[in-house]
């Protein structure tokens, strides 16, 4: 009872009495079963040969301008202050710098100086997206789901449906921090597949920006994730409760042959002691080097130290095999007012971590087979709103942009118009996206279904073209 | 671990050899992405329906299809590779037989999975044909010879020689003519205890007591099993523990929640008013024709007293429960989604027909038109619904609600208010409005002279002021002209005007057709004397009148089966919501019609009746035991060689082990966690005062738990809990670790642990023996003694942990064992 909450799994693998054996037939048990009847997680075989393993989706919520960050627009630059269209609204110029960057000479404005400097032959950035309507919560639900009207399964859902995880201690889709609101736990729900798909939230759930700055708090209370400790219970007595719990059992199909709920059940509380104690040691980001600590940005105080830890921890899910990670950047990108100081502080937090995140990846060899996505929701109006120093939702036309896992880097695909309003050149759909994201995980976004009350589902509904320009 | 080693060979024999049938979900999942795919990329344009081509007579695109085969014979046959010439032909077994022709052999590791799905029974959750329509019957004609358009007429009830004893009812004569046209026969019965346990959680949700068994025992001594068992079943219909059971799952049905879901979810504080009309409802037995009726239009229907249109006006809500777009982008959108989602909500629920899918085009596989729908949509659009939800800036929607009577001493939540205080809120709202007008208009003289207009009037001023208005607003709608309580309830009522709607083409409120639709069902369903919608009403009466017509072909076969799966675990049809084209047809034709009319003409819409009627059955009796033979033949149990085994629901494991520990309780509580909180925002509830973080924090039963869409409590998310934001005849059941992490970690499960340990402790009153602690343990869990490999199991853990808690972790992995949550 007072020995330490969390003992290492080494330690605990040393003290148990049987040792290696147990551990070597509880583990190809734990495979076994898993494979038949724990309604799998296990790794399935892609439809083709993939080029990405898994996803890193860093969600920028709120809509970023792309005016002012990835979609250089001459032409609204010189007509700053026209009326827009001969009405009341005004073209309104970028302050930012729009200088070209890397051997590829991708323009990223000065807003993103880390990203920029190290990774603009990294960046695949599609200029011409669009998405049905200038609405938050169903821009947003829509880039989650496909949907704005119905309940569906998110994309991180669907991945893993198609995939499965290899590494069967861990959530194979794990969303860090999400919105509250926006559609919430829809975003990353499973909707009419198997809960198993569902996304496991880590980090309490960012609250709608308003009532943060009514309630003066950034994130719901509560632990990080549930039930993921005890501390009225010490590891040994755990065992021995697991022991127990399995020798029950397994005394019940004695008589009880060929229940394999019974044998799945067994299974799921072995790798649940083992849960236990790998997902504290991954949220535990201490045992990282000084060195990566300080490339991410950690110690810098504020949003940004949050976020880079975030970013920090992306990597370590990733690595220990979760399929599908999503990390909703600590700051809203709506700035319908005081533009330029609002973007400052968004850009702030987030250039650092996200370009140390790139560099991080490729330095361990992972980018190759790493697919991370940046977008928001919707883009932004070139023209100005309110008391003229912000901007409106603009879902005709906007940027976001991908980089590893299958795609070119320093490339860019697409284009609005002059102003940067509408997509005119190659636009691409939120369904578009989603089929280009599933088929470089290997899988047809048209043979990716779910048959659910008679009918079968796909994330692209009865849509979508994989951009396959933006295939390296 | 002492019997390890063995279990251990056995786990790994059963890997190979055994056949995963019962598991529908894995292997739904294994066939998706392991078979389909190849199926349609490499057979599919010459054997499919749908390039229209048949090569060989062969279809590859059924289930029927496979199996039927073509010229050559079956082209899978379940669990036996040699005799699948699919396998043959995709193997090059045979040179004559090389599929696809003129094409490299299929990778190996393909190969590979359709050699294990076939050798693991072929299971093919594609939807199936009946032979002789291969095309969708998407026009009337053929739609109106589609089997479940058709009404249901009574068959012969079959008749062996060979079943002279085992039948004890039609029901379990059409049971076992199915099983002996494939040459099975139906298991023995159940042992008593296992029937008890059975249908104590089948009916009431619950495990039954330590006097229950003996109650048990001693009535099949005194009358035998039969009229003990009968009278069991008589005392649990009887309990208003069964509409508990019963009414939540026409909950799951009725896709019920307490707020309004998608991207601005907002709590709805009066929908357990709802809710517990759904329990009454089961308890009273209200007759299902009955039950359509008043959840459609208990507005328009009679009422003899204020107690009673309370209860039909409440039945309405079923209407206003749906999920709900409060941020559409505009209020015309508003109105058409939520007549779409009752639509959607309505006709799956009562037809297992999907109606809504004709919103933008004509239906892709059933013969509903865009005319029938927009027929439905006139009857929607000439009611009102009220779902009552505050404005306020992440609300453009807010709604009203219904009054009820004050005088029937319903639960309230909000204190009644002086006369002077709703005067008061009025006087700040007036003056709110004024003082905003002024700041606004100082702003814009400020902007006037190039001056900062922030001090005066800004954005975040603008918010809070929708903020403090929507809050006043929210207040007032609380109480009436005198500060009394209001007592309100969600629901529908006739709208201020009655007119058809266009048809929209796409769906798209910007391009309506110009003529209207008269307001009227989908024409697919005929009726001799089909009701006629009165210019100056809605059509909501005429609509339940509709679907509850003797002659309506869905309405009774649709609710049968629902009450079928409940207690055979799986559907006749297995797609309880959807019993168009692409839903799978009945395993058992006859005896769905047969229960249908039962349930009509014999038991007059009496649910309890027809549940009678099931559970009396020899079939329903049976034990679930393996049995090899039958479980090559038919893993998925479809014909009820055996009772299907099923894990509890989140309820049941909630409810059992509060019962277990001696912490249930049985009183109602009034209202409802959400209904005690109020109006707000659902991301805001882990802030209120009274919310619990796992939103449980009751001991009351699990149907009264908190059901906010997105944000469930732990137990209910963890344990499979229906989406309640679509219509769920069938809930899946998934194993995962999470749910372990919940017995081992979560606070539920601490707290029970402590109860059953201090019970357990209460009940051997000092007696210090290991062995009575697991004996008693035992009794309470299990109903039974533990056997001595059971004790031996339990003596090993109580070597390793004998700390002062030790009692409590044995009784809380009793709690964790899959025996407890698994019923036979």
């Known amino acids: ?472 | 671990m002492r019997s390890q080693p063995r279990t251990w060979i056995g786990l790994v024999f059963l890997q190979f050899t055994e056949i995963a049938g019962a598991d529908v979900q894995s292997d739904t999942a294994f066939f998706e992405s392991n078979i389909r795919p190849h199926l349609v990329e490499s057979c599919y344009k010459c054997h499919s329906v749908e390039a229209g081509k048949s090569k060989g007579g062969l279809l590859l695109d059924t289930k029927v299809g496979i199996r039927t085969g073509g010229d050559n014979g079956p082209a899978v046959v379940p669990g036996k590779i040699e005799e699948s010439l699919l396998f043959a032909a995709i193997s090059h077994a045979q040179p004559d037989l090389e599929m696809p022709p003129k094409k490299e052999r299929l990778p190996d590791k393909v190969l590979l999975d359709f050699r294990k799905w076939i050798e693991s029974g072929a299971p093919d959750p594609r939807t199936e044909s009946t032979g002789k329509i291969s095309t969708a019957p998407t026009d009337l004609e053929s739609g109106r010879k589609f089997w479940a358009f058709q009404k249901p007429v009574a068959h012969p009830t079959p008749n062996s020689s060979k079943n002279k004893t085992w039948a004890t009812s039609a029901l379990d004569h059409f049971v076992f003519a199915k099983l002996d046209e494939n040459g099975l026969v139906p298991s023995a019965d159940a042992e008593p205890t296992v029937l008890l346990r059975r249908i104590h959680f089948d009916l009431v949700g619950l495990p039954p007591s330590l006097q229950d068994k003996a109650d048990f025992l001693k009535a099949i001594e005194k009358m035998g099993l039969d009229s003990a068992f009968a009278e069991r079943v008589g005392l649990l219909l009887a309990s208003e523990r069964y509409g508990e059971r019963w009414g939540r799952h026409w909950l799951d049905v009725a896709r019920f929640a307490e707020s309004s879901g998608k991207e601005s979810n907002f709590t709805f504080p009066e929908a357990w008013r709802y809710r517990d009309y759904v329990i009454d409802a089961f308890n009273n037995d209200v007759p299902f024709d009955r039950f359509v009726i008043e959840q459609l239009a208990g507005d328009l229907l009679t009422a003899t007293n204020d107690a009673e249109r309370a209860r039909h006006l409440t039945a309405t809500g079923y209407l206003a429960i749906g999920p709900l777009s409060l941020n559409a982008m505009s209020r015309e959108q508003s109105l058409a989604d939520i007549a779409d989602e009752q639509i959607n909500a309505s006709t799956q629920a009562f037809m297992a027909t999907t109606v809504a899918c004709a919103r933008c085009h004509d239906h892709k596989f059933d013969a509903i038109s865009m005319e029938d729908y927009y027929a439905m949509v006139g009857i929607f659009r000439s009611s009102k619904t009220f779902f009552g939800t505050a404005v306020g800036p992440d609300n453009q929607l807010g709604g009203e609600l219904i009054q009820l009577s004050k005088t029937l001493g319903l639960p309230v939540f909000y204190q009644p208010m002086k006369p002077e205080a709703v005067t008061k809120l009025k006087q700040d709202k007036v003056e709110l409005i004024a003082k905003e007008k002024e700041a606004q208009a100082k702003a814009a003289q400020a902007v006037k002279e190039g001056k900062d207009p922030s001090e005066f009037f800004s954005l975040q001023m603008a918010i809070g002021n929708i903020w403090r208005k929507g809050a006043i607003d929210g207040k007032l709608a609380l109480v009436d002209e005198k500060g009394n309580s209001n007592v309100m309830c969600m629901g529908v009522t006739e709208g201020e005007e009655i007119k058809n709607s266009p048809i929209y083409e796409r769906g798209e409120l910007a391009t309506p057709r110009q003529s209207t639709v008269k307001r009227g069902f989908p024409k697919v369903v005929q009726l001799s004397n089909s009701p006629e919608i009165p210019e100056d009403e809605s059509g909501r009466l005429q609509y339940a009148d509709w679907l509850t017509h003797p002659d309506h072909p869905l309405t009774a076969r649709v609710m049968a089966n629902r009450v079928w799966k409940h207690l055979f675990r799986t559907g006749i049809v297995r797609t309880t919501d959807n019993f168009g084209f692409n839903g799978e047809r009945p395993s058992h034709p006859e005896l769905l019609d047969y229960l249908a009319l039962q349930l009509v003409n014999e038991h007059q819409w009496s649910v309890k009746k027809l549940i009678r009627e099931l559970v009396l059955s020899r079939t329903y009796r049976q034990a679930s035991d393996y049995e090899e033979k039958a479980f090559l033949k038919d893993p998925e149990n479809r014909l009820l060689w055996r009772m299907s085994k099923r894990r509890l629901d989140a309820e049941e494991i909630r409810d059992a082990m509060l019962f277990v520990a001696g912490d249930l309780d049985l009183e109602r509580p009034a209202g409802s966690l959400i209904g005690r909180t109020g109006n707000r925002n659902a991301a805001l509830l882990p802030f209120a005062k009274n919310i619990p973080a796992d939103l449980d924090g009751s001991t009351a039963r699990s149907v009264y738990l908190p059901v906010v869409r997105d944000r469930l409590p732990d137990v209910l998310e963890l344990f499979d809990f229906a989406e309640s934001s679509l219509v769920t005849g069938h809930r899946e059941t998934t194993n995962v670790p999470m749910q372990a992490l919940y017995f081992m970690n979560s606070r539920f499960v601490e707290e029970r642990a402590s109860s059953f340990a201090s019970r357990i402790r209460n009940e051997i009153k000092g007696t210090d023996s290991l062995e009575t602690e697991m004996e008693v343990a035992f009794r309470r869990c299990f109903n039974r003694l533990p056997d001595a490999e059971e004790k031996e199991i339990g003596l090993a853990f109580f070597k390793k942990t004998n700390g002062s808690d030790a009692l409590k972790r044995y009784g809380q992995a009793l709690l964790s064992t899959a025996m407890f949550r698994n019923l036979d």
């Open chain 1, 1 to 472: 009872m007072n020995g330490p909450i969390l003992s290492s799994r080494r330690a605990h693998l040393k003290s148990m009495s049987s040792g290696f054996s147990y551990l070597a037939f509880a583990g190809l048990a734990a495979e076994a079963a898993a494979k038949k009847s724990s309604k799998g997680l296990f790794v399935r075989q892609p439809h083709f040969p993939a080029r990405a393993k898994r996803v890193i989706f860093l969600c920028m919520k709120g809509g970023p301008s792309h005016v002012d960050t990835f979609d250089y627009k001459p032409e609204l630059q010189k007509r700053n202050g026209e009326p827009w269209r001969g009405g009341s609204a005004r073209l309104l110029a970028s302050a930012q710098e729009f200088k070209q960057h890397g051997e590829s000479g991708l323009r990223i404005s000065s807003l993103f100086p880390n990203l920029a400097k190290n990774h603009a032959d990294d960046l695949c950035v599609i200029n011409s997206m669009h998405t049905d309507l200038p609405s938050h919560p169903q821009a947003y639900t829509q880039l989650h789901t496909g949907s704005f009207q119905f309940v569906r399964p998110s994309l991180g859902a669907w991945s893993l449906y198609g995939l499965g995880s290899s590494n069967q201690n861990l959530p194979g889709f794990v969303t860090l921090s999400p919105p509250s609101d926006m559609g919430g736990a829809n975003n990353y729900g499973s909707a009419f597949l198997p809960a198993i798909y569902q996304g496991a939230k880590i980090g309490g759930g960012q609250l709608p920006a308003l009532f943060s700055a009514l309630t003066g708090k950034t994130e719901e209370p509560g632990p990080p994730m549930k039930n993921i400790d005890n501390p009225n219970v010490s590891r040994e007595t755990q065992r021995a409760q697991i022991d127990l719990i399995a020798g029950l059992d397994r005394r019940k199909l004695d008589s009880d042959h060929h229940n394999p709920e019974i044998e799945g059940a067994i299974q799921s509380f072995e790798l649940a002691y083992r849960m236990q104690d790998e997902i504290p040691d991954i949220l535990d980001l201490k045992s990282e080097p000084e060195s990566i600590r300080k490339l991410y940005g950690i110690g810098n105080g504020g949003e940004g130290d949050r976020f880079a830890k975030q970013c920090l921890l992306a990597r370590r899910l990733a690595e220990s095999g979760v399929r599908f990670v999503e990390v909703t950047a600590p700051t809203s990108w709506d700035h319908h007012s005081l533009l330029n100081d609002n973007l400052a502080k968004s850009s702030a937090i987030t250039d650092q971590p996200i370009a140390a995140l790139l560099t991080d990846l490729k330095k361990r060899g992972m980018l190759n087979d790493t697919l991370v996505v940046w977008s928001g929701e919707f883009g932004r109006t070139p023209y100005a709103q309110g008391l003229g120093d912000g901007r409106d939702h603009n879902n005709k036309g906007y940027s976001m942009w991908m980089a590893g896992g299958g795609v070119k880097g320093g490339y860019n695909h697409g284009a609005t118009d002059d102003f940067g309003y509408k997509a005119i050149e190659k636009p691409v759909h939120i369904h578009d996206l989603h089929a280009t994201i599933l088929h470089l995980l290997g899988l047809d976004h048209e043979k990716l279904t779910y048959n659910y009350a008679g009918r079968d589902f796909r994330l692209t509904d009865v849509y979508g073209n994989v951009v396959r320009d933006v295939l390296a």
